[in-house]
């Protein structure tokens, strides 16, 4: 068991959370008890996942995507009234962290994506550390083994663009809605860009500058970091830790 502060204070300082300028705050968004035993993670602080940390008799559920985004409405009524009175009533925390967990150069969205494919990273891709750029360990990587690389790491078929014979020799990825990084992909002399999501336009630039692109989903590329993040509380202060997948075709 551990005491809230201790474990807030932990995760704000390991994920350096006072260098970011986020969509929205970053660390303890409810307050529930004091004292927790049990964490609960996943991607979003979702109804099916409050419903599942109440059954599990979770302290607190850690969560990658929060509440109280920037240009939401405040109000407290229809599905965040729910949520909230979920939360409150059984006296559960919500613990979020958005970009800090996305830059993480070891428990973050991207450096756990980058692991789990066999990338070997090379610099961020961006000024700010988020995404990154790296090869693939893989011999004779292409479009075509690289997207199939993907479906089978990820249990999700990735939207792809470009030549599937293309030689895959420097990749970049960014996790989540990231599609607008492309052009830094490109700048950078990446041959394939992963992100989660993509937006019309992705595929004209991607067409265009004749560089791979995939869209490996947000929900997918995002279940990483979180839990890795919640194994390094459960292994630093000995509290059980669960991950919990709900699923998201997105």
Known sequence: MVALNSLLSHCNTLLAVERFRDYCPNGLQVEGRREIQRIISGVSACQAL???????????????HGYFWKGENACVTGIKRKRLQTLLRHELNLLAYHLPLDAHAALGN????GERLGFQVE?????????????PQQASLTGRTLASHLARV???EPLFIGDPERPVTRVAWCTGAAQGYIEQAIEQGADAYISGEISEQTVHIAREAGILYYAAGHHATERYGVMALGAHLSSTFDIVHEFIDIENPV
């Open 50 to 64: 409050l419903d599942r940390a109440v059954i599990a008799r979770a302290d607190l559920i850690l969560v990658h």
């Open 110 to 113: 991207n450096a756990q994506l």
């Open 123 to 135: 610099t961020p891709l961006t000024e700010e550390g988020i995404g990154l750029l790296g090869r």
């Open 154 to 156: 990820l249990r999700r």
